[in-house]
């Protein structure tokens, strides 16, 4: 009984909360999250990488049917035969790769033997070509400056 | 239980009309927010819009004309320059069945090469290709020695005119052999990867009509901008 009593009077004293109010906080807050998802949730185009990875495919078959400086089949080619000749072909292919891509391009080029070009970053949109060759694969990379 | 009766009642109908004014407030946010929350949304679905009808044709049209056996290359990414200029409109629609009805504008290296209607705004899409161009290069050579050319070709003419040759060979490989002398003229399709060097049998005399047709490239940036 005297519990009860107690409680029946702090009620007029604390002022209870307004119902709507509160459903209204709650129903502000969820609307909030929905458009929340609708800012935030999108991914963000994938152009970029589409058109990245149409530019290192180009520089990959350009470079792919390119006759070699040297020896060997094709330019591709010619770079992974030996260690010897990456390392004799490796400044001319970097120049030769910079003049195809252009000056808005950074690019690396992975052989079996090393790789010529630029450190990739991360968290920028690539585009990736790979190029089989008889020496084996030739992947290009290439991402905007 | 008798005092608290009394109590519990008044309060409530004090509160009565304070609630009703919250739920009007309640009711002003609620629908304040659904209005932003609305516009948020058709915001962005607006900026998702891709325009995926366009850009399908750009990467297509882009991706037909720099192919193999597209009509204005010579090979994979090399666009031979001479059939650049005869392009039309009616050709690349051909090519490219999803221009039909957009507006086009095909650009290499900034300067347009096939033009219909105006693409203010679109999508374009670029490739990067080579574009070759030919020319006959013509030397005569003596039949008793040999001549290496100094561009690499992928078809050499010769033609035997006031010589005596009966075996022609490309880097050491017959290419070339009739037994009484050749005669005429005769297209001879040589490797474009290695340099080549023509030399003609040991008994041969008189001189020899050689041409070659060294292409010479240059990079480009080929762009297919589309407006349907």
Known sequence: M?????SACAVPDRAQLSLPVVEAAVGVAFLLAVAASFGLALPAPATAEAQLDAFADDAGTVLAGEPPRHAGDTRLGEVTRSPAAFERERGALRDRVRRILGDNLLFRVETPHGAVGFERPNGVATGRASVATAGGEVVVWVWYV | MTRSAPRRS??????????????????????????????????????????????????????RLIAADSPVTRRENVLNASALDSLSPERLVTLAPPLRDAAFVVRIDGRSVVERGDPTDGVSFRRIALVSSAEERTRTVAADGAVTLPRRTDSVRLEFNGADVETVRANGRIVLHRPGGLRGAETVSVSRSETLTISFDANATGTVTVTSTPERTRKTTLEVRVDA
Do not use: F
Request: glycine share 8%.
């Open chain 2, 10 to 63: 008044d309060p409530s109908s004090d509160r009565g009309q304070a609630n009703l004014a919250a739920l009007v407030v309640a009711l002003i946010v609620l629908t304040a927010t659904v209005g932003v929350t609305l516009g948020l949304a058709e915001g962005a679905l607006a900026g998702a819009d891709r325009q995926p009808a366009d850009r399908r044709a750009a990467v297509a049209s882009a991706e």
């Open chain 1, 2 to 6: 005297r519990d009860e009593r107690r």
